[in-house]
Each structure stands twice: as structure tokens, then as C-alpha cells.
């Protein structure tokens, strides 16, 4: 029952959020769950370096990044991650291969969250 409702809240989410399914968004999903092969490097990165700790699993933390991510452009959160905030408590990433090699990734899964495109959860390759 839970599920179901989730399933129509994201196609609902699909089809009318502004940005999910835009020509300009920086990702590909079909279904919620199958992205292109950047988005799954964003998420894997992640889930890697553990952002949920602070930022929650569903991004709906005390910072909440679905949120933040509507109105944060894209050099914003390069700038962010990157460089971090330590003086607020956000680590600075810059360094770390894995976040160097996929902010860009990573900025594409969170702004596919963020519009209601991409689900929660496991996610899978487009082919
Ligand atoms: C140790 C806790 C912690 C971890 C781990 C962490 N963050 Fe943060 N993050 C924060 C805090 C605290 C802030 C708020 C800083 C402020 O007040 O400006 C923040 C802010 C941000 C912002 C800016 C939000 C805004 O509205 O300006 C982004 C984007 C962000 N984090 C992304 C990430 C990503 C991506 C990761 C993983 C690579 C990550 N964070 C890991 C604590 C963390």
C-alpha cells in the first residue's frame, strides 16, 4: 500500500515537477530508477562517502538537500562540497578522487532527487 502511493507520488512527481524530464536537467532516468551512467557514479559517490550521515538517507535531513538543491546552481554546490563550509560543520571533499572525479555526478543524482525524478534506494544502469 505504502509502496503503491510512493509509485504514483513519484510518476505524478515525473510529470508535472518543472525540471524532471527537462531537456536541460543533467541527468537521464526512466522509471525513477534506471539513470545514465554519471547519475549512478553520483550516487555511488554518495553513498561512499557517507552524506547521508549528516544530510539523511532521503536527503531530508537537518540540511535537507532535496530542498536546498531547487535553489543551490550547480557551481554553488561545486563550490560547497568541494571546498566545504568547516567552520559550519560541512567537510571539505576537494582531495578525495572519488568526489573530484564526480561532482558533477553527484550534482546530477541530487538535482534528479531533488526534482522528484529520481526515487530513493537502489538505483540501475540505463542501457
Ligand atoms: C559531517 C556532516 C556532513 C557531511 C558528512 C556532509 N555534509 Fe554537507 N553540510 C553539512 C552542514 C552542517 C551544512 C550546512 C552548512 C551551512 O550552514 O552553511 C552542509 C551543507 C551542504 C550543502 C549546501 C546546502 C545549502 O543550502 O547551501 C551541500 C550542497 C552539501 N552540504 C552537500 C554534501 C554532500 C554532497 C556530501 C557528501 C559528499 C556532504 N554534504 C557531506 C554537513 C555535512
Same mark, same amino acid.
Given at each position: 500500500m505504502k509502496r503503491h502511493l510512493l509509485a504514483v507520488l513519484l510518476l505524478s512527481g515525473t510529470m +508535472?515537477?518543472?525540471?524532471?524530464?527537462?531537456?536541460? #536537467?543533467?541527468y537521464v532516468v526512466k522509471d525513477g530508477r534506471r539513470v545514465d551512467a554519471g547519475t549512478l557514479e553520483g550516487w555511488r559517490t554518495w553513498r561512499a562517502m557517507g !552524506? #547521508?550521515? !549528516? +544530510?539523511g538517507e532521503e536527503q531530508d535531513? #537537518?540540511?535537507p538537500l532535496v530542498d536546498r538543491l531547487q535553489r543551490l546552481s550547480k557551481e554553488q554546490f561545486r563550490i560547497t562540497v568541494l571546498n566545504g563550509r568547516q567552520d559550519r560543520g560541512m567537510p571539505r571533499f576537494a582531495g578525495i578522487k572519488q568526489v573530484d572525479q564526480n561532482i558533477d555526478n553527484l550534482y546530477a543524482y541530487l538535482k534528479g532527487r531533488a526534482d522528484g525524478a529520481i526515487a530513493l534506494g537502489h538505483l540501475e544502469k540505463l542501457e
Open positions: +508535472h515537477t518543472p525540471g524532471a524530464g527537462d531537456k536541460d #536537467a543533467p !552524506c #547521508a550521515r !549528516c +544530510h535531513g #537537518a540540511i
